[in-house]
């Protein structure tokens, strides 16, 4: 049995939940001034994974698996079941594994600048060279760890990129929930990878930024939010002229 980790987490607002997954080498502070917002209409949950933000880091590695582990503790433990799941840059591919592993507890996906296999991304994770001063800041400010430990689990994921296996994108049929794949249009991930999975999932949708780079989050706040809100909040209807969409038939309310 994996060795799950309890991840520190905010809780903001009232209604139904839906769970941020930060981007890497972040926390649950990077959606502040962006996706927090949804707090207006749900019961936002902002957890910090292990060796991120104020959640400690752990013995042995930390990978894509046990991150997911993690999340699916959390959405049965603390969430209490099933819920929107909305992740960015790496926290969207833990989002991945979530619904790729438990359906059952994913009832809408957004995947923001993410990617199902590194190789979709322009650079990889390194622990070469020096990280941006502001990321260490941040880190220090709130990690339990303190400020030498971010150099550790800089060189963990790192290592996790350069060794874990990749997901093919026929795994990729097991993610049912209805998902959003949103990336800017100079993202950090190539509009390839994106496309390629938008195409995978069984039922996604596609939206690309235009002007938009890796940290579209907070360069077009309000557009990610009211994006991301509509997709939480309304079901899918059919379009007038569905060409991929044609053998789906009529969208499920979701």
């Known amino acids: 049995m994996t060795d799950i980790v309890h991840m520190w987490h905010d809780q903001r607002g009232e209604g139904d939940p839906v769970v941020l997954l930060h981007g890497g080498l972040t926390d649950g502070r990077c959606f502040t001034g962006n996706l927090d917002g949804l707090a207006d ?3 936002i949950y902002l957890p910090d994974r292990r060796g991120h933000g104020r959640t400690p880091d752990a013995p042995g590695p930390i990978t894509m698996e046990l991150m997911a582990q993690d999340t699916i503790a959390f959405l049965e433990q603390v969430v209490g079941g099933p819920a929107r799941l909305v992740g960015y840059s ?5 989002a991945l594994w979530v619904a790729m592993r438990r359906p ?3 009832e809408r996906l957004v995947l923001i600048s993410a990617a199902y296999d590194l190789d979709g991304l322009i650079f990889k ?3 070469d060279g020096e990280m941006p001063a502001a990321l260490a800041d941040a880190y220090a400010e709130v990690s339990p760890d ?5 150099a550790v689990v800089i060189g963990k994921i790192a290592h ?3 060794t874990e296996p990749s997901l093919d994108p026929t795994e990729l049929r097991a993610v049912t929930p209805r998902t959003l794949v949103l990336a800017g249009d100079d993202d950090l991930v190539t509009l390839d990878h994106t496309v390629a999975l938008y195409r995978a999932l069984p039922t996604a949708e596609l939206a690309v930024l235009p002007n938009a780079s890796h940290l579209l989050l907070m360069e077009h706040a309000e557009a990610v939010r009211a994006m991301v809100l509509a997709f939480l909040t309304t079901d899918a209807a059919p379009t007038y002229m569905p060409i991929a969409r044609a053998h789906r038939g009529t969208p499920e309310a979701g």
């Open 41 to 43: 209409t749900f019961t």
């Open 104 to 106: 059952d507890l994913v």
């Open 160 to 162: 996790a990129a350069a």
């Open 90 to 94: 790496a926290g969207g591919t833990v």
């Open 125 to 127: 994770p390194s622990a």
């Open 146 to 150: 303190g400020r030498d430990h971010f």
